[in-house]
């Protein structure tokens, strides 16, 4: 009986069983940030312990740091500090940290592959729940907390329970203007936000394959969404194209043979699932959120829930979520008015999202009603977006261009909504006041949705708004 | 080992209803600016215990009756969202020491066993009657017996599950696994060799 990547990486990295029925597991690579660090730094100190794998982890700055100016110090105190204490820890322990302005800072699931440290049959782990993300090369990366993070720091392994593996296939075509937002929204919309638990989704089928790396990663990044505690793809010749050529990707022989090495890790061609979905492609349409969680989504053509429609506790939810985006049952979600255009972060935040929008968006303009920013989820996509003079397409239509970081995608740092303002964003998460403002609204959509909304004032079909029509 | 086994856990109850509270409410992402956890209790739930202004809203955990649970109950996928530890530690620094609820997200309850927070998973009919025991009388005391995998309240025992691996955990004592991962030096650096990561 084969075996798929989730057992092939798994057997590869257990180390042994712990008296708790867990397995101790090694991390083949640790990521950090400034969110979720710090804590476990001084956990480590307070237990006179130290790194035990400095080469194996690597630190970025992304949550806090504001997107207009870097100066520092940093005008919050506290995010100063954060930064502070983050650079102090690493040069301590022989970290390498990706710090502000040294060409490779960025969001942390941005800069990993970006720069080749995530490779495929690898154990990734870092302090966030996106570490998903790095599962589109074919890894096991999960999201961990500060504790967790303190047990890598000290030991570069985790007690780990295994998971069951759902293998989704996704099948056929996508349409002009369907993306892998909507690929991923589409299936969260179908299993639910808890339907992963204690699951690895293993994405694949004809539109996975067709997939590029970036559009892989955009699909992995929200598998957290769908309760998953990791997605991945498996590794295949998009994945070793991408890799070439990487900063810390090696060359000559020694990429053939770990090229080699890293399509042995895919799933065999009898490999076995503990369960399987399989989702049509002329399923899927532009999809958007309506509510205050990413499964409340519907496509672009239809319409909020009717109350009579849901039952029990689901219709206190569905009656709290529409009270809380002020929407009215049963209204059309086309054509809701918005405030704020959001392009940016781990999920859409990568040069093809910003090539693809641009595009679209030469010489139009936003709407005056709309306050639109685009935000580079790294130093490098900046610089290659710059190369292509997208900012300035991005300019001349009105979004204003920023510097790295997570941005409005979480209310750390000053991008944020203001009141009830209500943001069309290519972010993966609508919770009540994640954006920064108690009281504050999101539509989750793919960038190039956010571009329509964002020219045309109000939540808008891009297939209509920049006549896209047919296949992809 | 990590201390102290953790077998029985009694107090009063508070009830915070509905289904997939995520760890942005728990602990709004605001308050995520700190390089220790030590000020995070007066945090917890904050936007929905306080107006923009600071004012009460009212919540239940802010009331009188409710004050010094020890329990916190709620509904399915508890603790969605987010990887942040902010929010068991914000839980109990608050000082709740277990939560009961219909189903866990999966980073946040590994994020409670490791601090010792149990994670009870009780039926939607066990967590109704529970939450009406309390409202009646809110000083009824949840006593929770890891071992026996049950609820006594207000003389009534009701039958609860949790994963498997956190009970043995926390009734062993290994709940924070430090002590025994650290225990394999020899064989983490064979596996590091093996792996080419050394
Ligand atoms: S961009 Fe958003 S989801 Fe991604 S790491 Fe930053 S805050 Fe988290």
Redesign the interface.
Known sequence: MGKNLYQKVWD??V??K?????Y?V?M?LHLIHE??S??AF?MLRD?G?NV??PN?TFATVD??IPTDTQARPLA?E??E??LQ?LGEATAEHGIEFFAPQSGAQGIVHVVGPELGLTQPGMTICC???HTATHGAFGTIAL??????V??VL??????M?PLKVRRIRVEGKLGQGVTAKDVILHIIRVLG??GG??HAYEYSGSVIEAMSMEERMTVCNMS?EG?A?CGYINPDDVTIEFLRGKERVPTGAEFDAAAEKWRSYASDPDAEFDDEVLIDADDIKPTVTWGV?PGQAINIEERVPKLEDVEG?EKN?VTDALNYMKLQPDQGIKGTPIDVAFIGSCTNGRLSDFQRVAELIAGRKVSDAVRAIAVPGSEKVDREARALRLNEIFEAAGFEWRMPGCSMC???NPDKLVGDEICASSSN?N????Q?S?TGRTILMSPIMVAAAAIEGKVSDAREVFSLKGEE | MAGESISRISGKGVYVQ???I?T??II???F??????DELGPSLFH?ERFT?SGESKNHVLDAPQHRGAAVLIS???FG???????A??AIQKFGLKAVIAG?F???FH??CT??GIPCVIASDEDRKELSKIIENDPEASLDIDIEKREIVCANKVFQVSM???AR??FL?A?????D???G?TE??KA??ER?G?A
């Open positions: 590869d990295h180390i042994r712990l008296d708790s029925g867990q101790q090694f083949a969110v979720t710090p804590q001084g237990k312990l035990a794998y194996r949550h806090i919050d506290m995010a500090k954060m204490v302090g966030d729940s999201g961990i907390g500060t504790s967790q303190r047990d000290a030991s570069q392994t985790l007690a329970d936000v808890n638990v204690g957290i309760g505690r969680t506790l939810l979480l209310a750390m998460r919770f009540i006041g994640r920064g108690p | 509905g289904n997939d995520d942005d409410r709004p992402a605001r995520l600016k700190c390089v220790t956890f936007d923009e509904d399915d996928n969605c969202g987010s990887s942040r530890e902010h068991p530690q189903s997200a999966e980073i590994g994020n490791t601090l994963k498997e691996s043995e955990a062993a290994t709940f924070d696994p430090l025994e991962l650290l394999a064989e983490i596996a590091a792996l990561y």
